[in-house]
Structure formats: structure tokens, C-alpha cells
């Protein structure tokens, strides 16, 4: 039995003892016990179950010490009479006894909650001026009539107390429709305790006993009552008095608009009952039609409340549900968020879920059929997720996140991020195309309380989740530590002091022909020698520039050093043509078609040996006027090429509007061919629609010999990575053409050049 049920058996076997105490001379000892009895339940639950809300629990336990040294003083005063004739220090404690209650209850129904719980509220007002009018006509009426109003009369100042019960009474309609323990031993606990003391003081304080000593009654109510405080203090669900209730405002209305009959007619139908024999039949007739409109019409209100309740929870259902999957949306996980209850010995976790390159799969099978999948992917993960109570939403296009609640530790929710992993394992059939899914996961777990916030943690995850796509290591876990080293705001302010102390250096990476294995050109890669951290590679700074002026004085260096070059290979017999990389604010920004016009003019340079590489992105930022740029130096003879294809939201078809000779397949879908399938698919779907828009494929990121015969069997124009060569320095380039363009390649080895 548990150790809360052995106390509340207990007090109440103790308190049924009070009559025989009373024969024995010891009534009032074991009243005193009793109730310290009663003090040290509620102080020792308080104190081992440590509720978050402390403030509630120590108006409660003040409630009753008042209440104990008021009666203390009471019982002292009876015997020489002076309670009964005048007011005293009694009457201090015990009004400060009831006033510390109902701060309480009314901490319970709305301490946590972020909002104010008007629900209930006025309802519990109703109920309270209900009970307390018909306190008024049958307990203190009587009272007055027999001693007359006068304050001075200690009996109609002690009206106070029951009146103050009959608001907690009232009080605890209002904690039943905010708190979370609405369905709870705890909330029957409070409302049993809560109702026996308005009982004692109405028996006792409301009519002329007062006067004299407490009946064995009188005590034995409040007895009871303090008992079944401290047995509420003492049961584990405790806490979840001072919870928010989960439900939504429009699910109390119901409930609320069904009590608000009985409670309104509770006084009226009561001295109806009373005086009915006093009444002329007309008057009852009329009386009982002023009752059946009353009904009536509220059973009509009902009916419409009801409605509107109903087609307000399928819009709050539609609203928390994302249209393409109909599983939650991220509505629901901030929801849920805000109305969960944490325990400080657990974690919270956050996983944030990225389908790997499902971009590119929109743009080779179409939107439709990536709609499908994302279906696909939702049901399963959600089936699964779901099971073990976690809490699983789209939040985005192909992003989904995991909640997860009070998990025993860290290394259960990263457990959980790798099951996500074995769940995508066996591949999605949708229409016929069967695709391997693969996906990184970003985690941000909470560590307190106080620190459980949506956004926060999204914020978090979002971090972990790019870290776990610069590694591809699949899951990635936020940590602050590592967020504060890889802070770029040196970026800015060093770089522009490097551009003057020629710290910028201009790397090449040689593209082959795939076929023959002739270089056909470079690209030119910049690489930052910073004189305190080494080598900076352009992943760790480009970012912080390309949306400032920077950023075109990077492409103003890198274009006359590739004029500058492409003259000494060319005295050199090597005439190669030289791709250079530009950003959306290159081309908005600034009149790039001027500047090269300028630079090859000035250096004599062929334009056909110049080749400008535009992202995807940086390409549909503004289409009209990306094209007039692009058309403007085709019409020069410079080459244009799109960069990282697949890696932004176009389609190949989107961008057959632009003028275009290369498309460059990004380095991740290269470097999966080999392991998974779809990667694979789309390489070969991105070739096939390539081919028949006239435009030649260049391949990133060929690493081995596997791949590379692959390209080849696929019709692939060019290749570029370290199965032929790094970037190297522009004195390097000779030496490496040249050891490229003679070494012996054996197709089919599956090995890896060193270079």
C-alpha cells in the first residue's frame, strides 16, 4: 500500500476517535495531534516531492498553521468564554488561516500557465456567490435575526470564514478546468479536504454555535480535512496540481456551459423547494414557466456553443496538421512544448531530420513524385516514432523534427537518431522509381528547465544539422562549445587587410576530358594564407563575404590573375581554358559584363578561353536579369557554366532559359554513385536531360576509378577531382597537365590517384 494511502487510513481512524476522546477528557490533545499530524504531511510531501511551483504549497502549508494556531487560541479562550462574547487574537489566524487557502488555490489554477485561465474562472465565481446566497438565507440569516447586524457581534464577524470556504469551494471549479490533475486522486483529494472544512465552519462559524465549545462534529470535519491535506501532499501526483492542463480553451467550454444551469438556479430553485406551500398556484405556474424558458433557452445555447466548439477544434485540428503527410506540423511540436511538464533529472531533445539531396530528386522526377515520397517517409517514421510517445512533425519541405520528453539521458536520444537512420534503410517505391533515402539529423538537447524553448532549440539543432552535412557524418549533436569556435566574425575585418597583403592566393584544379583524358582547363580556386591560422580553405570564409562588396573584390583579384596566367602557360605551349566562380552580387551588384570586357581587352586574352561558373542559386535570383548578364558575355565569347547543380530548388528545365554551355553536377551525388542508388539515378537522369538540351556535363568531386569508368559509360564530358589532381599553385600547373595527360590509367582498378 502506498505510503500516502497508510497516512490517510491513519488520520482517519484517529480523527473517529474524537467522541471517545471526548469521554476520557481528551478531546483536546488529540485535536492538537491531529491537525500537527496533519501540518507535518503536507511539510514533508512538500519536501520530498520538491514541485516546481513552491509558492502554492507554501501558502497551502501556512493555511494550516494559521488555521492550528487559531484553533490553539480558540480552545484556550472557550473555556473562560471569551470567544463566544468578543472577538480575539483567534480570529486573527483564522482569517489569516482562509486567506493564505485561496491565495493558494488560486496559484494552483494559474501559476504556470503563460497565459492568464479565464476559464473556469468565472464559473467558480458563480459557484461561490451561488453557495454563499444560500449560505446567507438558511445558516447566516437566521443568525442575524435572532442577534441582530452588528459588527461588533463576534458571531456575524465569523460569517467571514464560511463565506471565505464557500470561494474555495468555488475556487476549485476553477483549478479543475486549468490544472493538469483534473482526473486525479490529487484533485478528489483537495476537493474532499476543501469541502469538509466549509462544512465545519458553516456548522460552526455560519450559525450561533460559535457561541460556545465545537461539537465532536464540528471537529471531526476539520479533522478530516487536515488529514486529507496532508495525504494530498504526501501522493507522488502531487505536483500536477500546479500544471497547466493540456486541453485547448474551446474543450472547457462545453463542461463549463453544462454546470452554468445548475450553479445559476441553485439558490432560486432551492427556496422555490423551501416556500412552495407558502406560494399561490399562479405564482408557482409562473415560476415553474420562468424555469422551463431558463431551460430552454439554455439548452439552446448548449446546442450552438456546441457547434462552434466543434468547428472550432477541426480548425485548430487543421492547424496543427500539415496538409501533404497529415501528420503534426510544427505548430504542434511548439504546442506541445509549451504545455509539457519537464522533469529536472531528464532530458528534453530536439532532432531536426534533412532528406539528403531530395532536391535533386524534385528536379529529375518532378514535384509530384517528391511529394509522394515525403508521404512515404512521413508514414513510416511517424509509425514508428510515435510507439514510444515521442512527439514527430513536418516543419518543413524535407524537414521533419523528433521531440522528445523527459528521455533518461543523452545517449537515448542520440539512439533514437540513428534508429531514424535504420528506418530509412530499405528503399521507397513510389510510382515504380525505387529510391534509397538518406538523411542527416541534427540534435539539440536541453539541459533545464528554464532553458526549454522551441526556438532556441531549433535554432540549435539547425547548427548540428549543417555540421552533420559539412561531415556527412549523419547525426551531429549541438554543442556550445563548438558553436563559439567556429564564430567567423574575424572573417570580415581580417580579409580586408589580406587582399592588400596579398595573403589571397589563386589556386587550379585541372578539368579532364573524360574520354580521351586531355585537360581541357582549370578552375580557379582561391586559398587564403592567413598569417595566425594557417591555411583557410574558401568553405571557412566565402559565406561571411559573398553578400558584401567584398566579395566582387575577391573576383576582381582572381580575374586578373587568370589573365595574368593564362599568358604565361600560354608562352609556355599550354593553352588552357580558365573557369572562374561568381556570386548573385557580382552580377547584381556591379557591371561584370564592362569588367571582363575591360580585363581581356587590357591583356589580350581570348574570351573563348574564359569560363564563368554561376550557382544554381546565385542563377534564378533574378532570372531576368541573370540572363541579360549571361547573354551579354555569351555574346563576348565567354563560356558559362552553373556550378553545384543539384544542390539549390530549380529544375534542369528551369534553367534551359538561361544561355549555357557546362553544367557541373555537384560533388555529393558523385561521390555516393558508388553506395547508393539514387545518387546514382540522379546522375544519370541529370546526363540524359543534359544531352538533349545541348549542354555538356562536367563531373565534381571524382575520386576513384569506379566512379570515374561509370561517368564514362554514361556519356560524361568532363571530370574534375583527385583522381587526376588537387589545386595546386599556377608554377605547378605544366608539371601536372602534363603528368596527367601521360600517365596510364587501368579502368576498372578501383583504385584512387594520390594526388
Request: hydrophobic residues 45%.
Amino acid at each position: 500500500m502506498a505510503g500516502w494511502n497508510k497516512y490517510l487510513i491513519f488520520g482517519i481512524l484517529a480523527s473517529l476517535c474524537i467522541p471517545l476522546a471526548d469521554g476520557l477528557g481528551g478531546r483536546d490533545i488529540l485535536y492538537f495531534f491531529i491537525v500537527l499530524y496533519g501540518m507535518s504531511g503536507v511539510f514533508y510531501g512538500v519536501l520530498s516531492h520538491k514541485p516546481i511551483a513552491v509558492g502554492p504549497w507554501a501558502y497551502f502549508l501556512l493555511a494550516i498553521f494559521f488555521q492550528f494556531s487559531g484553533a490553539l487560541i480558540q480552545a484556550d479562550t472557550d473555556v473562560s468564554g471569551i470567544f463566544g462574547s468578543r472577538l480575539s487574537l483567534a480570529d486573527g489566524f483564522l482569517l489569516s488561516g482562509h486567506m493564505c487557502l485561496v491565495v493558494a488555490l488560486w496559484q494552483f489554477a494559474c501559476t504556470l500557465h503563460r497565459e492568464f485561465p479565464r476559464h473556469g474562472f468565472f464559473q467558480g465565481c458563480i459557484l461561490a456567490t451561488s453557495l454563499i446566497l444560500t449560505g446567507w438565507q438558511f445558516l447566516f440569516l437566521p443568525t442575524i435575526v435572532e442577534y441582530g447586524f452588528s459588527i461588533d457581534q463576534p458571531q456575524i464577524f465569523r460569517m467571514v470564514y464560511p463565506t471565505m470556504s464557500y470561494v474555495e469551494v468555488g475556487m476549485l471549479l476553477w483549478v479543475w478546468t486549468s490544472s493538469k490533475a483534473y482526473k486525479s486522486t490529487v484533485f478528489t483529494l483537495l476537493s474532499v479536504a476543501t469541502v469538509l472544512f466549509a462544512a465545519g465552519e458553516s456548522f460552526f462559524h455560519g450559525t450561533s454555535s460559535s457561541l460556545g465549545v465545537p461539537t465532536n462534529l464540528n471537529l471531526l470535519l476539520w479533522l478530516l480535512a487536515y488529514v486529507t491535506f496532508g495525504a494530498l501532499a504526501l501522493h507522488p501526483e502531487m505536483k500536477q496540481l500546479s500544471y497547466p492542463r493540456p486541453s485547448e480553451e474551446s474543450s472547457h467550454v462545453n463542461n463549463v456551459l453544462t454546470l452554468l444551469l445548475p450553479l445559476v438556479l441553485l439558490l432560486p430553485v432551492t427556496l422555490l423547494v423551501i416556500y412552495f406551500k407558502e406560494l399561490h398556484p399562479a405564482t408557482v405556474g409562473i415560476l415553474g414557466g420562468f424555469f422551463l424558458v431558463m431551460v430552454l433557452g439554455w439548452y439552446q445555447l448548449r446546442l450552438s456553443i456546441q457547434n462552434i466548439v466543434r468547428a472550432n477544434l477541426q480548425l485548430e485540428e487543421q492547424n496543427r496538421i500539415d496538409y501533404l503527410t497529415g501528420i503534426p506540423n510544427r505548430k504542434h511540436i511548439e504546442q506541445v512544448i509549451e504545455a509539457s511538464t519537464y522533469q529536472l533529472d531528464k532530458r528534453n531533445g530536439l532532432l531536426l531530420i534533412d532528406i539528403d539531396g531530395f532536391k535533386s530528386i524534385n528536379n529529375i522526377f518532378g514535384f509530384h513524385v517528391g511529394d509522394l515520397i515525403i508521404k512515404a517517409i512521413a508514414d513510416r517514421l511517424y509509425a514508428d516514432i510515435s510507439k514510444n510517445g515521442n512527439h514527430f512533425a513536418r516543419v518543413d519541405g524535407d524537414e521533419f523534427a523528433l521531440l522528445m520528453l523527459n528521455a533518461e539521458n543523452r545517449r537515448a536520444i542520440e539512439a533514437q537518431a540513428w534508429q531514424i537512420h535504420r528506418l530509412l534503410e530499405n528503399p521507397v517505391t513510389v510510382n515504380g522509381v525505387v529510391i534509397r533515402v538518406m538523411c542527416s539529423i541534427g540534435v539539440s538537447i536541453d539541459y533545464g528547465f528554464e532553458k526549454l524553448n522551441f526556438a532556441s532549440m531549433l535554432k540549435e539543432s539547425e547548427r548540428a544539422l549543417g555540421w552533420a552535412r559539412e561531415t556527412q557524418s549523419q547525426v551531429e549533436v549541438y554543442d556550445k562549445s563548438k558553436d563559439i569556435a567556429e564564430d567567423k566574425s574575424w572573417v570580415l575585418t581580417d580579409f580586408r587587410g589580406a587582399v592588400t597583403a596579398c595573403q589571397l592566393i589563386v589556386y587550379y584544379q585541372p578539368k579532364i576530358h573524360a574520354s580521351t583524358k586531355k585537360v581541357i582547363g582549370v578552375e580557379a580556386l582561391i586559398r587564403w594564407h592567413h598569417p595566425q591560422r594557417g591555411l583557410v580553405m574558401p568553405y571557412e570564409f566565402i559565406q561571411q563575404i559573398e553578400t558584401t562588396d567584398l566579395a566582387h573584390q575577391l573576383f576582381t583579384l582572381v580575374l586578373h590573375d587568370a589573365a595574368k596566367q593564362w599568358h604565361i602557360w600560354s608562352d609556355q605551349g599550354l593553352v588552357l581554358s580558365i573557369a572562374l566562380n561568381v556570386v548573385a552580387r557580382d552580377i547584381m551588384g556591379f557591371d561584370l559584363v564592362k569588367e571582363i570586357r575591360g580585363v581581356l581587352e587590357q591583356t589580350n586574352m581570348p574570351a573563348k578561353y574564359l569560363e564563368i561558373e554561376i550557382t544554381e542559386s546565385s542563377a534564378l535570383s533574378d532570372p531576368v536579369h541573370v540572363k541579360k548578364v549571361l547573354s551579354a558575355l555569351m555574346n563576348l565569347g565567354v563560356k558559362i557554366s552553373i556550378d553545384d547543380y543539384g544542390t539549390g530548388y530549380s529544375s534542369l528545365l528551369h534553367l534551359q532559359q538561361l544561355p549555357l554551355h557546362f553544367l557541373k553536377i555537384d560533388q555529393q551525388f558523385i561521390r555516393q554513385m558508388r553506395d547508393h542508388q539514387s545518387s546514382a539515378t540522379i546522375v544519370s537522369s541529370t546526363m540524359e536531360l543534359a544531352k538533349n538540351l545541348n549542354v555538356e556535363v562536367i563531373a565534381e568531386g571524382v575520386e576513384d576509378m569506379w566512379v570515374y569508368q561509370k561517368l564514362l559509360s554514361l556519356g560524361c564530358y568532363g571530370v574534375q577531382g583527385f583522381l587526376f589532381s588537387k589545386a595546386v599553385v599556377a608554377e605547378s600547373i605544366v608539371q601536372v597537365v602534363q603528368e596527367i595527360e601521360s600517365a596510364p590509367v587501368a579502368i576498372g582498378d578501383g583504385t584512387t590517384r594520390g594526388y
